[in-house]
């Protein structure tokens, strides 16, 4: 089996599905087999098929391996809200457990890199008792944040850090993806987190209006990664 990473941000809005997709496609390049899953998702459309997540369906798009929707999205939750909130209004039982098992099942799959995107950030709830970040912790896998550059970001990100580490979970590296364009002192920012985040720093993502996977990847380094 190849190597598994998961995947979080700073905050829902940080950009996980575009990073992932752009690290999917980077991978690609290299000749990698890659897999990418989305456990839990919150804010998902009817269709004829039952719901759908856009971002699960963009992950799907990226990866090389082909899955069931079902495998990859394996609760899905249409309001989007926080998923706790949602499954306990839509009656689904959501588990750590639960997910642990589908985790696995789908990693069966043979594959060079395999990517796991969280559900917002880390510490979102799945239940009264249990959080996502208990997932990585489950499978044994290291964490890539993803830090949405703009104000704020700097005690988010080190927030952030501070717990995946307090987890005792490795943080393989960090991703700066700029979410605001007008932020102020773009610059001074970003290398306040190279200086503070200990991690490698796998790329820098400009503002982009409509991000590909293709561009994404274009401006990150999955070298320490492999």
Request: net charge negative; proline share 5%.
């Given at each position: 089996?190849?190597?598994?990473?998961?995947?979080?941000?700073?905050?829902?809005?940080?950009?996980?599905?575009?990073?992932?997709?752009?690290?999917?496609?980077?991978?690609?390049?290299?000749?990698?087999?890659?897999?990418?899953?989305?456990?839990?998702?919150?804010?998902?459309?009817?269709?004829?098929?039952?719901?759908?997540?856009?971002?699960?369906?963009?992950?799907?798009?990226?990866m090389t391996l082909t899955l069931p929707y079902e495998q990859v999205n394996p609760l899905a939750l249409a309001p989007a809200i926080?998923?706790?909130?949602a499954a306990q209004e839509a009656g689904v039982r959501m588990t750590l457990d639960r997910l642990v098992g589908y985790s696995r099942?789908?990693?069966?799959?043979?594959?060079?890199?395999?990517?796991?995107?969280?559900?917002?950030?880390?510490?979102?709830?799945?239940?009264?008792?249990?959080?996502?970040?208990?997932?990585?912790?489950?499978?044994?896998?290291?964490?890539?944040?993803?830090?949405?550059?703009?104000?704020?970001?700097?005690?988010?990100?080190?927030?952030?850090?501070?717990?995946?580490?307090?987890?005792?979970?490795?943080?393989?590296?960090?991703?700066?993806?700029?979410?605001?364009?007008?932020?102020?002192?773009?610059?001074?920012?970003?290398?306040?987190?190279?200086?503070?985040?200990?991690?490698?720093?796998?790329?820098?993502?400009?503002?982009?209006?409509?991000?590909s996977a293709s561009q994404v990847a274009g401006y990150l380094d999955i070298s320490p990664l492999a």
């Amino acid at each position: 089996m190849g190597k598994t990473y998961f995947v979080t941000g700073t905050d829902t809005d940080a950009g996980k599905t575009v990073v992932t997709c752009g690290l999917l496609e980077a991978a690609r390049l290299t000749g990698l087999t890659t897999l990418a899953l989305k456990p839990v998702s919150a804010g998902c459309q009817h269709s004829e098929n039952g719901l759908r997540n856009d971002d699960a369906l963009a992950l799907m798009e990226a990866m090389t391996l082909t899955l069931p929707y079902e495998q990859v999205n394996p609760l899905a939750l249409a309001p989007a809200i926080a998923p706790h909130i949602a499954a306990q209004e839509a009656g689904v039982r959501m588990t750590l457990d639960r997910l642990v098992g589908y985790s696995r099942g789908a990693l069966m799959q043979k594959n060079d890199l395999a990517l796991i995107e969280g559900a917002g950030g880390w510490r979102v709830p799945l239940n009264s008792r249990e959080m996502i970040s208990g997932l990585a912790k489950a499978l044994n896998t290291p964490a890539i944040l993803v830090v949405g550059m703009k104000l704020g970001c700097i005690s988010h990100a080190l927030l952030t850090v501070e717990a995946i580490l307090r987890d005792g979970v490795r943080l393989a590296g960090w991703v700066a993806n700029q979410v605001d364009p007008d932020m102020s002192r773009y610059d001074d920012n970003l290398e306040t987190l190279k200086s503070l985040i200990p991690a490698p720093c796998l790329g820098v993502v400009p503002f982009l209006e409509e991000a590909s996977a293709s561009q994404v990847a274009g401006y990150l380094d999955i070298s320490p990664l492999a």
